[in-house]
């Protein structure tokens, strides 16, 4: 018995970051409307500036280049080093909010998000180049002395830091309640125009409200390091159990959300105690993965409606693209795709095919968030399944590649299902945040089990077949060869032509009006729900197919490779590069994807590689606060997928001639042009 | 002529607040029903109680002679009984043409499955295009509802629901806005309705649209039936008068 108040009092460490970083995230959440998924790369910066300046007296910029440190004299004592680091922490808060939220304060919700992956990137790649990989521990902040209660010893510190996190939670709330600054903030997440309309600057009480969220998270960050060692990545994924409470406190009350996190943390811990005492549950990943699975049950019975914020745009969606003859466009793309093949040899050719495997993730999320306006964060757990299961096929047996890529690619569609059925009850943020908890369930449940995913080393995957002919990537001293590459084309431009002509199709009109209306669509008979199933399934399915390349691709697989981060970074530079057309998907896999052909090209000849992801993180930011419709939707201008390259598309393979029927629209899809003037091909 | 539809004592409250208050009503086949009131008289609150988008406090609707009683809106729109929306509510995404479309062809999973590979033609291009001839959409059938005027968009929420076949449709507010020249036209296009198998339900509070185009007019405020009978009855009715020309009267 004592042990479980053990466990439970251990359990207090890990919830009162929760609890932290969550309270910092309702914050940001009512006051710009931002999900703020950096709040646990900021936590995570601010801990190793205050460990610096205890451990070397040296104060860290966020910068690699030189010099990136202050010297302030040798190793400092606790105080002064905690009130530099806060100061830092609110200078940092002002710098990040006007340069990256503030632009974007009336951007879509997604485009505040794709941002935000930016922002975490960027910290994490310069505490890798700046402090590297390996886990650092860190003296004690708060007295550990332990107290002993009736035969229990508790450890001392977990109930400081909890007694603090109570202490804030309370001080927030009565600030809310009782203070001009809580009014106004209530005010302007209640209803912006009207807060703007009785003289209160939305951009003062945000920016008041991100540098009180930054401090949180320092905070927290300081707090953790000396219970939980620091590294620069691990931290990030705090956010997701501090999501989770977020949820169930509504992106609004600090209380629940402060409960939440600690209940959270505590539920984690006696996990692991039960874990030791049942030897028949699983032994790996349970602590993890509960949590995520009880945020994923309650939200997907529990939440009809969620505190929703009442900004002046509501949610918008990415504007749509509108494919035009699509077969041409596939045939020319594949002509050039080949060229290209043959033309770069070494890495920039396997950079290329890289480029393929992500235009095809990609796509899954050109059904999902652009034809029908759902998010999903968990795009990479589908493909991470697919490829496993591809990896479990038996390659040996001469089984033709199309047939094993068909079966892992189907694999993954009763996830998407599942995966959907959340979706049938919450949207926008909300779903993104759901679908985030799942795929971190994924990670902690399924991608931990060796059995299935060959542990640390990974999984080997067989050279894809055709009746005996080998397509593999590599073969005896050749990689990567042509052959795959083409292979790879086919499969991920015909998946793209298919995408492109579902579109145009009866279902393509469903999906979109789905989008559009909810409510017109239930009103001309559409039934809502299962075409979001419907779309949940395909994006998984594509999902599946890419992660399938992916394991040909890389000839192994490993389930490092499917993390939440993973997804989360997939969606921001597909929805970067232009979520609502095929080109989107393109773009985002040869120009942004960090191991496809354009990033590597730089690479060689720039010699950027060690600050690619830095710049990766800066390039998502920018991009997104310069393009808030996506890169594709402004290359392709007012009207369709570029009008230049539309124009030499139609020179090359010029238009049959087609008899004008009338009121039938014609055979691409696209309406027959003799009768109505130029076909209408987009949307401004 | 059968009863098409037959609302009894249909209730919809706010919380405490009771919008529509047991009101009955009937529409039988081939006609053209007016439902008038002042504002706030209840009007769309009917429409979305009898079309599922408002719980039913009480009352019974049946449609056809079969129960609409705990369908899901899809469904009420699938037995063919069709609503437009006051705000008109286009899909604002596909064109036109295609608003009409998705309205006409009611894909089933294997449609869907095989739009995935080898994507079908559009069904239902005659209704499309009948419609789109009745509302005299053709000019604009490839632009996107935000291109177009306030009048053309509330014509294209007409034709898209007149796009499904209805058997009836309910019309909310399709004049509001619509100078009188459209308001004129599209009183026309309403009245050869019942030609084309297509019984109307307008609600609406232009008077001289709806005594001129229905057969039978029922009058509703707070939430309540005030009258009801052919347009001539109605001019003559004084409670009517009360309603509309005392609430004018008092103004002044």
């Known amino acids: ?684 | 002529m059968g009863q098409l539809l037959e609302v009894t004592d249909l209730r919809v409250t706010y919380g405490g607040v009771v919008a529509v208050d047991d009101v009955s009503l009937h529409v039988a086949e081939g006609e053209v029903v007016g439902l008038i009131g002042p504002n706030g008289a209840g009007k769309s609150s009917f429409i979305d109680g009898l079309t599922g988008y408002l719980p039913r406090r009480g009352g019974h609707v049946e449609f056809e002679g079969r129960s609409l009683d705990g369908l899901a809106t899809y469904a009420v729109a699938r037995r063919g009984l069709v609503r437009t929306f006051q705000s008109v509510e286009l899909f604002d995404d596909l064109t036109v043409e295609e608003n009409l479309l998705v309205a006409a062809e009611r894909p089933r999973l294997v449609t869907m499955l095989r739009d995935l590979v080898l994507p079908s033609r559009p069904e239902g291009v005659d209704d499309v295009a009948w419609a789109r001839m009745l509302c005299e959409l053709d000019d604009v059938a490839h632009r996107y509802p935000q291109e177009l005027s306030h009048g053309q968009r509330k014509l294209v929420g007409v034709a898209r629901a007149l796009a499904q076949r209805p058997r009836l449709v309910l019309m909310d507010e399709p004049a509001a806005g619509l100078d009188t020249e459209e308001s004129l036209a599209f009183g026309r296009r309403l009245r050869s309705l019942p030609g084309h198998g297509v019984s109307v339900l307008l609600v609406d509070h232009d008077m001289g649209l709806v005594l001129s185009v229905c057969d039978r007019i029922v009058v509703i405020d707070f939430g309540k039936v005030i009258a009801s009978g052919t347009p001539e009855e109605i001019r003559a009715d004084e409670a009517v008068i009360a309603a509309y020309l005392g609430g004018v009267d008092a103004r002044h």
């Open chain 1, 1 to 684: 018995m004592t042990s479980y108040v053990l466990f439970l009092l251990l359990g207090l460490g890990a919830g009162s970051v929760y609890s932290l970083l969550g309270l910092g995230m309702v914050l940001k959440y009512r006051s710009t409307g931002v999900v703020d998924f950096a709040q646990g790369a900021i936590a995570m910066w601010g801990a190793y500036v205050f460990l610096r300046l205890r451990l070397t007296g040296k104060l860290e910029l966020p910068w690699f280049a030189l010099p990136h440190e202050i010297s302030l004299g040798t190793g400092m004592a606790i105080v002064p080093a905690l009130l530099i680091t806060l100061v830092y922490g609110t200078v940092l808060g002002l710098v990040v909010f006007f340069l990256v939220y503030r632009p974007l304060l009336r951007a879509a919700p997604l485009t505040k998000v794709c941002a935000s992956v930016g922002v975490t990137l960027f910290f994490e790649a310069v505490a890798v180049l700046n402090f590297g990989t390996t886990a650092t521990s860190a003296p004690p902040v708060l007295p550990s002395k332990a107290f002993v209660i009736s035969g229990v010893v508790i450890p001392g510190d977990r109930i400081w830091i909890a007694g603090i996190v109570v202490a804030i939670a309370v001080a927030l709330t009565v600030t809310f309640r009782y203070t001009r600054f809580g009014l106004a903030t209530r005010a302007g997440a209640e209803n912006e125009m009207g807060a703007a309309l009785i003289g209160l600057s939305a951009t003062r009480i945000a920016a008041r409200n991100w540098v009180l969220a930054t401090l949180l998270a320092t905070l927290s960050g300081v707090l953790i390091t000396p219970i939980s060692s620091l590294d620069p990545t691990s931290y990030t994924l705090f956010v997701v159990p501090a999501l989770g409470a977020v949820l169930i406190g509504r992106f609004e009350s600090f209380w629940i959300t402060t409960a939440a996190g600690l209940g959270l943390g505590i539920v984690q811990s006696e996990l692991v105690k039960l874990q030791t005492v049942f030897t028949w549950l699983p032994q790996q990943g349970l602590s993890d993965g509960v949590p995520f699975l009880i945020i994923l049950v309650t939200m997907s019975l529990a939440a009809k409606r969620l505190g929703a914020r009442g900004a002046t745009g509501t949610l918008r969606n990415p504007s749509l693209g509108r494919p035009t003859r699509p077969g041409a466009t596939a045939l020319l793309a594949f002509a050039v795709g080949v060229v290209v093949l043959v033309a770069l040899h070494g890495s920039l050719r396997a950079a290329f095919m890289a480029s393929i495997v992500t235009v095809c993730l990609a796509l899954g999320l050109v059904v999902l968030t652009g034809y029908v306006g759902q998010v999903s964060l968990a795009q990479m757990s589908f493909a991470g399944f697919g490829a496993f299961v591809l990896s479990h096929l038996g390659h040996s047996v001469g089984m033709p590649f199309f047939l094993a890529l068909l079966i892992s690619a189907l694999s993954a569609v009763p996830l998407g299902i599942l995966m959907g059925l959340p979706a049938l009850r919450v949207r926008g943020v909300n779903l993104a945040v759901v679908t985030l908890a799942a795929a971190a369930a994924m990670d902690a449940l399924v991608f931990s089990s060796v059995k299935f995913t060959g542990g640390l080393g990974g999984r080997k995957i067989g050279s894809p077949e055709l009746f005996g002919l080998d397509l593999g990537i590599a073969k005896g001293n050749s990689y990567p060869r042509v052959v795959f590459g083409v292979m790879l084309l086919v499969v991920v431009i015909g998946a793209g032509y298919c995408v492109a002509r579902l579109r145009t199709s009866a279902t393509g009109r469903m999906l979109v009006a789905v989008r559009s209306n909810e409510r017109a669509a239930s009103a001309v008979g559409i039934r809502v729900a299962p075409v979001k199933l419907y779309v949940f399934a395909l994006s998984a399915f594509l999902s599946g197919l890419g992660g399938g390349l992916l394991a040909y691709e890389q000839s192994s697989v490993s389930s490092s490779t499917f993390t939440a981060q993973a997804s989360l970074s997939l969606l921001a530079l597909v929805y970067v590069a232009g979520v609502g057309r095929i080109a989107g998907a393109v773009v985002a896999g040869i120009m942004f994807a960090s191991d496809g052909l354009f990033v590597s090209f730089l690479d060689k000849t720039l010699h950027v590689g060690q600050y690619q992801t830095v710049v990766a993180g800066i390039a998502l930011a920018l991009t997104a606060i310069q393009n808030p419709d996506g890169v594709a939707s402004n290359m392709a201008g007012e009207r369709g997928p570029g009008p230049r390259v539309a124009a030499l598309r139609d020179r090359i393979i010029p238009r049959r001639h087609r008899p004008v029927v009338l009121d039938v629209p014609g055979q691409d899809g696209a309406f027959v042009e003799d009768v109505a003037g130029p076909t209408p091909v987009s949307r401004a």
